[in-house]
Nanobody
Framework: QVQLVESGGGLVQAGTSLRLSCAASSETITPYPIGWFRQAPGKEREGVSC????????NTADSVKGRFTISRDNAKNTVYLQMNNLKPEDTAVYYCAVASRLFGLCVLSPNPYDYWGQGTQVTVSS
């Protein structure tokens, strides 16, 4: 069973940057695609960015493309989300998740992801 812990969230001003980390324990995440998702109050959870098992193939939502970058360090069993030029509409709880039944490419739909972290709050003030 994969256990995930997110960190790096906080309260920041618009235009600044944050880097979120997702550390996996108890089991390696190397074989699996990893995704970052977010959920704002009153809204459905949405896919932000994901990375395939090799780290080379990524998929990023249009709303954050050009501002957010996902990466993974399999040696550290950790996935990162670099968020630049943050906007108030990026305010949400951010979750990382593992799709243990997918091998290879990732998808931005939350449906295939079966292990989730507890989330980290990101609040962007204007």
């Amino acid at each position: 069973q994969v256990q995930l812990v997110e960190s790096g969230g906080g309260l920041v001003q618009a235009g600044t940057s944050l880097r979120l980390s997702c550390a996996a324990s108890s089991e390696t995440i190397t074989p699996y695609p990893i995704g970052w998702f977010r959920q704002a109050p009153g809204k459905e959870r949405e896919g932000v960015s994901c990375v395939g098992r090799s780290g080379g193939a990524t998929n990023t939502a249009d709303s954050v493309k050009g501002r957010f970058t996902i990466s993974r360090d399999n040696a550290k069993n950790t996935v990162y989300l670099q968020m630049n030029n943050l906007k108030p509409e990026d305010t949400a709880v951010y979750y990382c998740a593992v799709a243990s039944r997918l091998f290879g490419l990732c998808v931005l739909s939350p449906n295939p992801y079966d292990y989730w972290g507890q989330g980290t709050q990101v609040t962007v003030s204007s």
